[in-house]
Nanobody, 119 residues
Framework: VQLVESGGGLVPPGGSLRLSCVAS????????MTWFRQAQGNQRELVAG???????TFGDSVKGRFAISRDDAKNTVYLQMNNLEPADTAVYYC??????????????WGSGTQVTVSS
């Protein structure tokens, strides 16, 4: 089982990006899907999460600017980031709780995608 993130890049302040994270492999079901980020020199922090029921939570610094959604048919979670600020610059990581075909509950991390907000 693996996660692959995409959609990062360089964007000017006020711009938008949409990140995607696809889970692949021997998966039976997917639970909570979460985005974290880690800026250089800082600890990893919660950006947004979404449960299998569609309930979402957001870090205080991104509320009102970011949205999270999921497509269970594609094993994919999205992070729509609007009105980006230089403080949003970080490596963004996807984290998924899932059950594999051996019926094990697993906590999987992606390798991250860089988001840079700069003029």
């Amino acid at each position: 089982v693996q996660l692959v993130e995409s959609g990062g890049g360089l964007v000017p302040p006020g711009g938008s990006l949409r990140l995607s994270c696809v889970a692949s492999g021997d998966i039976i079901s997917i639970g909570r899907m979460t985005w974290f980020r880690q800026a250089q020199g800082n600890q990893r922090e919660l950006v947004a999460g979404i449960t299998s029921n569609g309930e979402s939570t957001f870090g205080d610094s991104v509320k009102g600017r970011f949205a999270i959604s999921r497509d269970d048919a594609k094993n994919t979670v999205y992070l729509q980031m609007n009105n980006l600020e230089p403080a949003d610059t970080a490596v963004y990581y996807c984290n998924v709780i899932l059950k594999d075909t051996s019926n094990y509950l697993r906590n999987i991390w992606g390798s991250g995608t860089q988001v840079t907000v700069s003029s």
